[in-house]
C-alpha cells in the first residue's frame, strides 16, 4: 500500500461541436470547429492530484473505438497508472455538445461502456497498492454494475473520498447508504446533499457525521466551501478570480482538497487547497487546463 489515491468513476470524452445554430427537428446546421476534451469527474480529479505529484491510479472503462484510445493515452500522458482501466467492448462515454454564437448549448451523453464494470474484470490486486479510493457517479442508464461495483470496493479501501454528483444525489439517501457508511471525505455541493438528505444542507451535514463521516465539505460555488467535522465547523471563502469557465470547478476543488489530505494537512488547509485549485481551473477554458502543476 505505498501508493496516495485512485480514482473510480466515467471516462468521457466531451466533444465541443462550434456551431452556426442548433438545428431543430428537420433542420441543417453547420460546424465550424471541434475539439475533443477528456473528462469525467474523477478523472479530472485524479489528473489534477497527478500534476501535483500524488501517486494516483484509475479505475475505468474504455471501449474498443478510437475514443477509448484516446482518453486512454491522455491518462498515460498525464502520469496516472491505468492498470485499472479496463479495456471492454463497444463505444467509450462520450458527450456531443454544441455551442452557437451566442454561447447557447444543446448535449448529448453517451454513456457507452462506462456502466458497465464488473467487480470481478477490476484488477483489484492493482487497486489495493493505494491507501485512497476516490469516487464519483455513472450515470446508470446502462445498468448498475459500475455502481454495484463501487458499493463492493469500498470496504477495502482505509480512505473514501466520494463526490456523488446530480446523478448519486437523485438516487438518495437509501441507495447510497452503503458508500456513504465508509466514507471519509465526503464532497457535494449544497444542491447534490439537500437533494439527496432531502434537507437543509445544515442539517444533512449533522446526518452525514451521524453515519460516522469524518470530513463533510459542502462546495458552494462563488461562496467557497463550508466544512464540517466532529469537532468544529467552518465556511472559507473562495478566491477572487477571473471566471473564464466554470466547467469542472468541482473536480478542481475536490483534487486540492485530497492533496492537502495526502500531505497531512489540517482541514482549513484543506478547504484553501480547493479553493485554489478550484479558482486555478476558472481562470481556463476546459476542466483541466487550468489544473496547476503546484500550489
Ligand atoms: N465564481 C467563482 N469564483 C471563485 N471560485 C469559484 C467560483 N465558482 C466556483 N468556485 C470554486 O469552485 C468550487 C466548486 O464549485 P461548485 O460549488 O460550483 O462545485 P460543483 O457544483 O461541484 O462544480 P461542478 O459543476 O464542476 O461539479 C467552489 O467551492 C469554489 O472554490
Ligand atoms: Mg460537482
Known sequence: MNKDVIGFGALNLDKIYYVDKIPSKDEEGFVKDVKFFPGGSASNTIVGLSRLGIKAGYIGKIGDDEEGGLLYRDLLKENVDVRCVIKG???????????DEHGNR??????GVNDTIRYE?????AAKEYRMIHLTSFICKNGTDSLESQKRI???????SFDPGM?????????????????????PNKAEIEMMFREDYLK??????????????VKLGSEGCFVKTKNKEFRMRSLATKVVDTTGAGDAFNAGFIYGFVK???VEECARLGNYVAARCIEKFGAREGLPYNV
Not at 89 to 98: Q, V, Y
Not at 106 to 111: R, T
Open 167 to 187: 446523478p448519486y444525489a437523485w438516487r438518495g439517501l437509501r441507495d447510497m447508504e452503503p458508500i456513504l457508511k465508509h466514507t471519509t471525505i465526503f464532497l
Open 106 to 111: 444543446a448535449i448529448l451523453v453517451d454513456p
Open 89 to 99: 467492448k463497444g463505444r467509450s462515454g462520450n458527450a456531443i455538445i454544441l455551442v
Open 204 to 217: 444533512a451535514v449533522e446526518d452525514c457525521i451521524s453515519l460516522g463521516i469524518e470530513i463533510v465539505v
Open 154 to 160: 469500498v470496504k477495502e479501501f482505509e480512505v473514501v
Open 264 to 266: 497531512g494537512k489540517d
Open 121 to 125: 474484470e477490476i484488477n483489484l490486486e
